[in-house]
């Protein structure tokens, strides 16, 4: 029990933060993706951001082995916005990661 809390309690680590920008500037998005974009495995972080409340899942319609990863409601409220568009260089930074996914295909 101690070990859970102290999981969350603390501030998010470097990957932390890094897998919560591409799930916000990306999203809907595959951990395959996130894991291609991020050169590691990603399935601690996605599950530590999804205990946390800031990333939420959906399955794929297409394929009900995997799931989509977004940014959760609460994320948008924490940062005090009302989409995701309204974070900083949206167009841009969405623009750039869909180049890069598609090198991928």
């Not at 890094?18 to 990603?42: C, F, H, M, Q």
């Not at 999804?50 to 994320?75: C, I, N, W």
């Not at 309204?86 to 990661?97: Q, R, S, T, V």
Request: aromatic share 12%.
């Amino acid at each position: 029990e101690d070990f859970a809390k102290e999981e969350f309690a603390g501030e998010l680590t470097r990957a932390g933060l890094e897998t919560l920008a591409i799930v916000a500037y990306k999203g809907p998005i595959k951990r395959s993706e996130i894991d291609y974009v991020r050169g590691v495995n990603s399935s601690f972080i996605i599950r530590n951001l999804l205990m946390r409340g800031l990333v939420e899942r959906t399955r794929d319609p297409k394929d009900t082995r995997a799931y989509f990863y977004r940014a959760s409601a609460d994320f948008l409220k924490f940062l005090g916005i009302n989409s995701i568009s309204e974070l900083p260089e949206f167009g841009a930074f969405a623009e750039k990661l869909d180049a890069f996914l598609n090198e991928q295909k």
